[in-house]
């Protein structure tokens, strides 16, 4: 059993989440070349913006077509400008299961947008789409990305022993693989009970999403 998302625009308070387009290219690629995104993701270092358009224009849609996942940009909803990147994959229609990740800009960092976008994104798949399960897989280290999946209601399941590979960046601009451990969280429906008011508690926005 195989399903295809759909071309699809979710509304928060802050943020905007909808498809990636070409004129995203030069805020993608810049954003790819933080080097916190090179230490914890596999995006190639540095990163183009030719890369970052085959992204958009080739990979992004083949991923939706084939229902393997799904690539959001997510935008500030007053200025348009991008913000992150979330990202569903390994997708399995016939369990309605999902992995999701989740980029954000450098400049955008801890103004809880990660959180309020993995949020909407994860009610969006629960109710609209029907799904039962998501998955989210953070790096040991990767304390920041912990604490997102923790506020949205997620539950840990285990660790992965030295099932990441991490990077780290030397003087000379080079970079070598460090192997980690991988942390496994879950959300079910049932975990987003109260997960909206305790975020609103935490970063200072209200909760809301509508998606079309």
């Known amino acids: ?46 990163y183009s913006e030719e890369q970052a358009r085959g992204w958009i224009t080739r990979y992004a849609p083949s991923e939706r077509e084939s229902g393997r996942g799904l690539d959001l940009a997510v935008t500030e909803f007053l200025t348009q400008r991008l913000v992150g990147i979330v990202q569903l994959a390994k997708t399995d229609w016939h369990v309605r299961s999902t992995e999701l990740s989740y980029i954000i800009a450098p400049w955008a960092r801890g103004e809880g947008y ?9 009610q969006w798949l629960f109710t609209d789409q029907k799904f039962e399960r998501i998955e989210l897989r953070t790096a040991a280290d990767n304390t920041a990305s912990q604490q997102v999946a923790q506020k949205i209601g997620c539950i840990s399941e285990g660790v992965l022993r030295g099932a990441c590979i991490a990077h780290v960046r030397a003087e000379d601009g080079t970079w070598s693989d460090v192997r980690t451990d991988f942390i496994v969280w879950s959300l079910l429906p049932e975990d987003l009970d109260g997960a909206g008011e305790q975020l609103a508690d935490a970063d200072g926005f209200t909760p809301y999403s509508d998606w079309n």
């Open 114 to 122: 990660a959180s309020e976008a993995a949020l909407a994104t994860a």
């Open 1 to 46: 059993m195989t399903g295809t998302f759909p071309n699809i625009s979710i509304s928060t308070e802050r943020l905007v989440l909808r498809p990636l387009d070409e004129d995203d290219v030069p805020a993608l690629a810049e954003m790819m070349n933080d080097e916190q995104v090179g230490a914890w993701t596999d995006v190639p270092q540095p």
